[in-house]
């Protein structure tokens, strides 16, 4: 079992809608980074958090430790948010990334 | 202030050939982490540099990689001979001081990647 595990791996939408993408981590990983890729293109740092909520324009990342869970929100998704989405855990020791498996977001217009 | 650049962006090589990648991290960071994207699969840990010193190098798949970062500054990871299943996406990226040593954590911000296919 991975670490860290992402639900769902390929999600399709449509522009406006809500999406929700899930991570699920394991004992160990103190803290959580949500990553960006766009086709071709490199990773984007979009959050990273240990407790709570963070918000940046329309996405929203809540983590709560009890469950060791994470979830990332895009509220009125557009179609440029069409990317992978990646939950990282970060282990105390040396801040390296253990990473999930990814999310393919495409948002249809 | 520019970002984390690597160099090539694509290398396509034949097995048993010697590549090198290169990464210049964000002037300051003294953390430069190697991570690779193989086909399929997630994104793994290769090796963590502080400043010029090997932090952790429990990710390197075997004796056929060998990173370096002389100087502290840019690192270079070369793979020789390349074999197969070397082929995919290595990604580096960088954070700001060792504050990791205390407990804290550092934003990584991560360079472009580097498409390394071996045929």
């Known amino acids: 079992k991975n670490e860290v595990e992402q639900s769902p791996q390929n999600l399709t939408a449509q522009e406006g809608e809500f999406i929700t993408i899930n991570c699920s981590y394991s004992v160990g990983i103190s803290a959580l980074h949500w990553l960006q890729q766009h086709p071709g293109g490199g990773i984007v740092s979009l959050f990273m958090?240990?407790?709570g909520k963070k918000k940046h324009g329309r996405l929203i990342a809540t983590i709560n430790i009890q469950e060791k869970h994470s979830s990332l929100h895009i509220t009125a998704s557009h179609p440029r948010d069409s990317a992978v989405y990646i939950c990282?855990?970060?282990?105390?020791?040396?801040?390296?990334?253990?990473f999930g498996g990814g999310t393919r977001v495409l948002v249809k217009p | 202030e520019a970002g984390v650049t690597q160099f090539p962006s694509h290398s396509v090589i034949e097995k048993g050939q010697t590549v090198t990648l290169r990464c210049d991290p964000i002037?300051?960071?003294?953390?430069l982490y190697w991570y690779r994207r193989v086909m399929g699969k997630e994104i793994k840990f290769l090796l963590h540099?502080?400043?010029?010193?090997?932090?952790?190098e429990s990710g390197m798949p075997n004796n056929r990689f060998l990173a370096e970062r002389t100087g502290g500054t840019y690192s270079t990871l070369k793979v020789q001979p390349a074999e197969l299943e070397d082929s995919g996406v290595y990604f580096c990226?960088?954070?700001?001081?060792?504050?990791?040593?205390?407990?804290?954590?550092?934003?990584?911000?991560f360079g472009p990647g580097t498409r390394l296919t071996v045929l």
């Open positions: 990282a855990g970060i282990k105390a020791a040396g801040n390296k990334l253990t």
């Open positions: 540099f502080v400043k010029e010193s090997k932090q952790d």
């Open positions: 990226a960088s954070s700001q001081d060792a504050a990791s040593n205390r407990g804290l954590y550092n934003e990584q911000f």
């Open positions: 958090l240990s407790s």
């Open positions: 002037s300051g960071h003294d953390n």
